[in-house]
């Protein structure tokens, strides 16, 4: 707390200095959640927001309020003249626009326009509405109103529901820069994750002995059995992400040179607007058959990212393993048994086969209102033979063939 000098009463020193003063005392005092600015004195009218402790949670393609209210500590001030701003913490320092209200004027910005309005719920609302929510919607939101010298800000934090799984591409392990796993992710359906997406996911019962680039550039694994290879029986290595009597926890190597070390990566991913299925032909397809088998049915190969959201959100369970959009080769199991690969529930992998191997099968995503141009298990095909994939069949020769 800053004091005035015991030998100056209030009076000697000039309201300017008293105003310098009691905005200093209010910095230190209140370095929380919630800031009160005091601008000069004798004062009385400042403005205060208040919002939601914690976190609000949407999934993709949802609809949410980003709470956000505000109030003045004297009853003397209307709301005429407030100016309302959002904003995305994108760094620790660094914000990006997101919506400003200056009375009737309203504005959304970049990928916000269209989707993002004020909840307008009587005076002293500034509640943001936010529709069709993205993965790249995640992350923390800052409500600033200002009147004239006042003014005042709070946090919001949007969280999803949803699943996170490693990555990597068909090169190996360890090949991605920072960018390129922020790339990887994207092309996959997903984000990189958060770290507080890695720890729940651990806590869920994420396994996986290869350390991932997360969203902030840090480096981090998750290990629920520890081993030897994987941080040693006692947790070492682990930085205080969890951890407890049997060595558990979420191995952090820090923050990384983002542009000269390679790692794999932890990807996010959220609720699926389509539905991924299994298809089966009826002869097994290389992997320049999966497009055209999934075509036929008025669907793409699926990604990596639409498989674990299929599997964890629309409880996909399939035994069998089938081509992605990668070049990889996963089925999902919800409900294990031995035959499927072990006694845990997830998405195994049989990594990058050759793409001329024939698999049994291909999973393919179907986007929300698209047709299937063969209902009822129906596809197209070659009606002497040859299965799905012969690349020098013409395709205006195909017929219709049960698959």
Known sequence: MVCAPAALGRGVLPAAVWGILLLTASVEAQRGRKKVVHVLEGESGSVVVQT??????????GTIVLPCRYHYEAAAHGHDGVRLKWTKVVDPLAFADVFVALGPQHRAFGSYRGRAELQNDGPGDASLVLRNVTLQDY??????????LEDDAGMVKLDLEGVVFPYHPRGGRYKLTFAEAQRACAE????????EQLHAAWRDGLDWCNAGW??????????SQPREPCGGLNGAGNAGAGGGANGGGVRNYGYRHNAEERYDA???????????????????????GAARA?????????????LFAAWKLQLLDRCTAGWLADGSARYPIVNPRARCGGLRPGVRSLGFPDASRRLFGVYCYRAPGAPDPAPGGWGWGWAGGGGWAGGARDPAAWTPLRV
């Not at 992350?139 to 004239?148: A, D, K, P, Q, W």
């Not at 997360?214 to 981090?220: A, C, E, F, I, P």
């Not at 999934?294 to 639409?306: I, L, P, Y």
């Open 266 to 288: 932890f990807c996010f991913t959220s609720n699926l607007p389509g539905r991924v299925f299994f298809l089966k032909p009826l002869r097994p397809v290389p992997f320049a």
């Open 188 to 195: 996959q359906d997903g984000i990189l994750a958060s770290a």
């Open 52 to 61: 939601a402790p914690g976190q609000v949670v949407s999934h993709r393609g």
């Open 214 to 223: 997360l969203r902030d550039g840090s480096v981090q694994y998750p290990v």
């Open 139 to 148: 992350g923390r939101y800052e409500c600033e109103v200002t009147n004239e």
């Open 294 to 306: 999934c075509a036929a049915r008025g669907a793409s190969v699926a990604k990596v990212g639409q």
